[in-house]
């Protein structure tokens, strides 16, 4: 957060605008930057504006999703070799520091994101104009957003109401309890509820229906399941979601913000990158990390082989679950299958790639390839959503509720109503995570789902109850706090 302290009236204040060219897509746009801060706020285009700016920094949480796989018994590190972005490795080995660079990128791109929504909200009473409101639920969703990220890798985090960080608040302003965070988290959430359209005006904005998934997620991590339930309940209720018929088409560019898409992080080809500025990219810089290293053959392209699936995520799926080789490529199978196919071994190769998130042919990517992929990440899908639900009705003592919901996943995934769950009680709530696996695999959630069911120390290597349930606050932050943060128990 530091970085973004001492830039605050500056880089904070750096708002893009929408170019005349673009697509419907609420963040598709050539950005066009200037620099203002007090004397911002006049029209509605500048609050409009200073909103794209906080929807920007969604584009950075690929390595969340990267980072969350990759922690959990789901992935390894992959990469090239052991020395192959250090941070990651250490992720997955839990060795990572308060030193960790990617540990370090995640804290500061998520409170860019937290004080960009903040100097929406700063100036909330400035200027009035036609839905208005609309705007400031936008923020406070995203601002609930971010602080969710915070505080799911991080614990307690420093909270300042509708203000931006400023120069020298970390000495002052102390991290926060997770339940305080947690409050100011469903406080913004019940107001982006009562106050966003049910439908987005442009695709990637946040819409009613995000608002309440991500509460009920937020209830749910902090096993509060008769609200989680009751939240989740009213949005299955309203029938604006449902789950598409095939699978595999969610994750193809064609399949992008379609009637299962809940909430998705818009990315586009639009600009370069470079490693010097990821953040940069707006393209899904995980895409290329996670993909087969020297490829050559049909349907996908090459990439750095990062986020690489176990044999026994692999083996996790049963028999005649369609979900499998849509989550996962097995290369030695499709090897064998398409002539011309040949690719290069990296480190922790175990023949398994994330299909989920690899670049396929024909993306049109800008620049390098492997950091402008347009593959929009899907945070919060319908098939989550009734997951969550089947999970909250379960543990709160409605065994009929969570049976239906969980069944309505796996039939899909069976494509038959032979393969329905009946049982009860814990065995029925064990079934409901074990669903949570195969469903969401590839997609960031496995280890909070470990660490929130009490299950990461049983099932991820070197992992240390009661220190890596949450990870180490940037060194920096701590050092520049000059003593008024203090670091994570065990760091």
Not at 240 to 263: H, K, M, R
Not at 330 to 358: D, E, M, Q
Not at 448 to 462: E, P
Request: with cysteine.
């Amino acid at each position: 957060m530091k970085k973004y302290i001492i830039k605050s009236s500056i880089a904070i204040a750096l708002f893009a605008t929408i170019s005349t060219s673009c697509s419907d897509n609420f963040v598709d746009r050539t950005p066009v930057y200037s620099i203002d801060s007090e004397n911002y706020f006049n029209s509605k285009a500048d609050y409009d504006n200073a909103l794209i700016a906080a929807y920007d920094m969604l584009q950075s949480s690929y390595i969340n999703v990267m980072m969350g796989e990759i922690a959990s018994d789901n992935t390894l590190s992959g990469g090239e070799s052991a020395t192959d972005v250090i941070g990651i490795q250490q992720v997955d080995e839990m060795t990572h520091t308060p030193q960790n660079s990617n540990l370090k990128d995640l804290w500061n791109w998520m409170f860019a994101g937290v004080n960009r929504a903040n100097y929406i909200l700063e100036f909330k009473d400035k200027t009035d104009f036609s839905g208005k409101n609309q705007v400031i639920a936008e923020a406070r969703f995203l601002r609930a957003y971010y602080q969710f990220e915070l505080v799911k890798w991080f614990g307690g985090i420093p909270i300042k109401g509708d203000s931006r960080f400023k120069l020298n608040d970390e000495k002052t302003i102390p991290r926060s309890s997770t339940t305080a965070v947690y409050a100011s988290i469903e406080l913004d959430l019940q107001y982006a509820i009562d106050n966003l359209n049910p439908v987005a005006a442009q695709k990637g904005r946040a819409t009613k229906g995000a608002a309440q998934a991500l509460l009920g997620k937020v209830f749910l991590y902090q096993d509060k399941f008769v609200e989680s339930a009751a939240v989740l309940e009213t949005l299955i209720n309203i029938n604006t979601y449902s789950l598409v018929s095939n699978y595999n088409s969610i994750f193809e560019n064609t399949g992008e913000n379609n009637a299962e898409s809940v909430f998705e992080v818009q990315y586009t080809d639009a600009e370069g990158a470079s490693f010097g500025c990821l953040q940069c990219s707006e393209g899904n810089v995980a895409v290329g990390f996670n993909g087969i290293r020297n490829y050559a053959g049909p349907l996908f392209d090459s990439g750095y082989s990062f986020n690489v699936p176990t044999q026994e995520a692999y083996n996790a799926y049963e028999a005649g679950d369609s979900r499998r080789d849509v989550a996962i490529l097995n290369i030695v199978t499709w090897a064998s299958l398409n002539t011309g196919v040949s690719y290069g071994t990296g480190y922790k190769h175990t023949g398994f790639f994330n299909r989920k998130y690899i670049a396929r042919q024909g993306d049109a990517n800008v620049g390098d390839q492997n950091l402008t992929n347009p593959n929009n990440y899907r945070s919060i899908r319908y098939a989550d959503v009734l997951l969550m639900a089947a999970e909250a009705n379960s543990r709160s003592g409605n065994d009929s509720k969570g049976q239906e919901y969980l069944n309505k996943v796996r039939d899909r995934a069976f494509g038959d109503t032979n393969h329905r769950i009946t049982v009860g009680g814990q065995a029925l709530t064990d079934f409901i995570w074990n669903e949570r696996r195969v469903e969401l695999l590839g997609e960031g959630h496995r280890f909070f789902d470990l660490v929130r069911t009490s299950k990461a120390a049983g099932k991820i290597t070197g992992f240390t109850s009661n220190k890596n349930e949450i990870f180490p606050i940037p060194f920096e932050e701590i050092q520049f706090s000059n003593g008024n943060w203090q670091q994570n128990p065990g760091y």
